[in-house]
């Protein structure tokens, strides 16, 4: 047991492959649903590099930095599978930074679903294709193999946390949401009910969300946020083993400009923190084996990480997103019968939550955060462009024989 | 607040959505207080109206004027006068006009207003003499401009030199959208600070329809619709304005992929046998039915949209478009041009540039063919309707009544 107190610093790095505008008069002529024209809003290749040049490059700079800096400083990532394809296709420095950083030893790479999909909740032979995929991609790219699991959007219930904990797995995150915790504080070690090795840990989302959303917000009364600031709430538990960060990698350049002051703040935070010798960081999984479980973590409800609500309904609240997904993992049997290697993959790469998530009507009227993640105009492009795809799918597994 | 109301028709004897749009306004204006007195062009009985008087312009020594509400432009018009004895005789439009200044001239004279309200140039004249006469504020109500009307040219010299004069007098101008208030400034070099924008809202409750039909109308397409076709309505004056024949070249498209589709064309006008013969050399026949002429505020029309499974308003211009409020407000669908006001306001709706083409049939075919995406458009959509009210507008224009009324007070003691 660690006698330190820790920052568990955990950065989840995603890009989906966005569906271009594909009409109704594209089904069964063109299949190239993730190639949208140069200049397109879909384009996936100019938002990669433009992610890369405003987040990836410069927050792993400051990384490597810190990581050179402060022998104590470590921190997790996990990278999906789509993301880590496009980096080698279109962004191949931003790999390359990223292997530097986990060559360091003290950079944890968290396992998850190689195409960040819901496949957990509609086929479980499928997600768990989806986790091996990743596993081999993780040992390819960066010759490790990961101990920790986040499920996509930090979804999260019992039902995971066994799978999990009968994988073999140490650590699994999720959210440290109220009506899970109770009285509880997320800054503790607990143990998923029904499992036996395996020990969760929860977000801290007050202290995460205030850099992850709120950082550069000028009318929070909080703004500007210092690392002074920070830390003295973070020291508030002193007496609490954890503090778990949990963020989209994002955060630092895209979501928060680097005029906002995001890459000081990043930077500053481990010689701050570590400026007290009883402080530390640590990775999941060591965090997860450093501290003892001090009760059972009973979720039979699905969470996630996102909205006010933390549930799937930013995924799956309405009927295109229901009819679509659905529609999706109805053609499971026929896409893997085909064996046809292309195929198998294009149905992969729709089911990136993301899709689902650009047809989220919730909030729509208020033109708010769904909407800035958005390469559509309405969530109702979306759901033409994805069914539009879905149709063609149908097409080809028509012309491949399948009884569709 | 007394108003002089000026403007050019009222349900249920209009021929398109501004006399729909008088209507559900000055109901409104009348729970908020106001007391109006409506002149129209035209004698008739309005069993729905008892929230303000309606008076018709009637020159001298006539009784009677009979509105020829043909359905076509307000331009190709004409009226009948009769007498006492009963005579009658006919009289184009702009002769009527003139008729129906003086009255309103007349009018003026005689009572004290606080303020005077005129929708559209057809009333202009009228307004500026009132205005003249006796120095009240004049508020002008732009639903549509000659620019507009003209697709986008200048029109007609004429009614461009009426409506400058209007727009250049006025104390206060409403535009029904962005759209038309940015046309105003750039085509009649208004002032913006002088331009309010007033949206349209649509309202109209069940037991304001009347009963022009007692059975339901289109039961030959539910039973079309139960054998897996879907329906597409367009409802509207059949004029270019409209861009109809991008949506008979689009269904053309939808045709060909989705045979068991049938586009309902409601409505009468100058395109209606280009739109005929276009869409038979089309190969269309079999999937398009026109119906002709419908009234805007009866059953019928209410049917029509009621029973389509998408509505589609692909106008070249429109400076609002009220259609796409009533086809959600029935829980239909809608897919609008980019090019109408309406697309301002709502969210929850299909849009799209009218000259796309190939988008207008992919987005047709796409609720066509998932019903998933019919529903949720219907159902956040006619959520959407709830706010936007006639009560948020006419508390805007309330506010400016009474400022210019206070300050023509002031300015006269």
Known sequence: MSDKRAIVLYLHVHQPY????????????????????????????????????????????????MLETHPDFKLSLSITGTVLEQFERYAPEVLASFQRLVATGRVEIVAETYHHSLAFFYNRDEFEQQVVMHREKLQQLFGVTPTAFRNTELSYNNDLAYWADKAGYTAILCEGWDAVMGWRSPNFVYQPAFTSNIRALTKNYKLSDDIAFRFSN????????????????????????????????????????????????????????????????????????????????????????????????AWLGNRMQQGAISSLYGLTDMVMSTNNLSLIEDWRRLQTSDHFYYMCTKYFNDGDVHAYFSPYQTPYDAYINFMNSYHDLKY???EAGQPV | MKILMLGWELPPHHTGGMGVVCYQMCKELAQSGADIEFILPYTAEFPNIDFMTVN????????????????????????????????????QMH??????????????????????????????????????????????????????????SYGNPLVREIEHMGLLLADKIFAISQATKDTIV?????????????????????????????????????????????????????????????????FAKVVEKRPKTILLIVGSGEQYAELIEHSAALGLSGNVIFTGRINGTGKTWRDAFRVANLFVMPSVSEPFGLTPFEALLQHTPALISK???????????????????EEMSNQILAVCNNSDLEITLAEEGSAELANITWKRSVQKMMHHYQLHAHKQKVLHV
């Open chain 1, 18 to 65: 966005r569906v271009r505008h594909y009409t109704a008069l594209d089904v069964g002529h063109r299949h190239d649903y993730f190639d949208a024209p140069e200049g397109g809003r879909e384009n996936n290749a100019d938002i990669v590099r433009k992610v890369a040049y405003k987040s990836y490059l410069p927050t792993n700079e400051h990384l490597q930095r």
């Open chain 1, 218 to 313: 000028r009318s929070w009364e909080e703004y500007p946020l210092t690392t002074d600031k920070f830390l003295d709430w973070a020291n508030a538990s002193w007496d609490q083993p954890l503090l778990n960060l949990f963020m989209d990698y994002e955060t630092f350049g895209e979501h928060q400009w680097a005029d906002s002051g995001i890459f000081g703040f990043l930077e500053h935070l481990p010689k701050a923190w570590l400026a007290n010798n009883s402080h530390t960081f640590m990775t999941v999984s060591q965090a997860a084996e450093s501290f003892p479980a001090v009760d059972t973590l009973d979720c039979p409800q699905t969470i996630t990480w996102a909205d006010t609500e933390r549930d799937l309904t």
């Open chain 1, 396 to 398: 080809r597994l028509a």
């Open chain 2, 56 to 91: 018709p312009a009637l020159p001298e020594g006539v009784t009677e004027v009979i509105g020829s509400m043909a359905g076509s432009t307000y331009d190709s018009q004409y009226f009948t006068y009769v007498d006492n004895k009963g005579n009658s005789r006919g009289v």
């Open chain 2, 95 to 152: 002769e009527h006009q003139s008729a129906y200044t003086q009255y309103v001239a007349k009018l003026a004279r005689l009572n004290e207003y606080d303020v005077i309200h005129a929708h559209d140039w057809l009333t202009f004249r009228a307004a500026l003499a009132a205005k003249q006469l006796t120095a009240k504020p004049l508020f002008v109500h732009v639903h549509a401009t000659e620019f507009d009307r003209s697709g986008g």
């Open chain 2, 186 to 250: 750039r085509e009649y070099n208004i002032d913006p600070a002088k331009i309010e924008i007033v949206h349209n809202a649509m309202e109209l409750e069940e037991s304001e329809l009347h009963e022009d039909t007692s059975v339901n109308t289109f039961t030959y397409l539910q039973i079309m619709q139960s054998r897996g076709y879907k329906v597409i309505l367009s409802a509207g004056r059949l004029t270019i304005q409209k861009g109809l024949i991008h949506l008979l070249e689009a």
């Open chain 2, 339 to 357: 090019q109408s006001g309406a697309s301002e306001l709502l969210r929850n709706v299909l849009k799209l540039d009218y000259w796309d083409i």
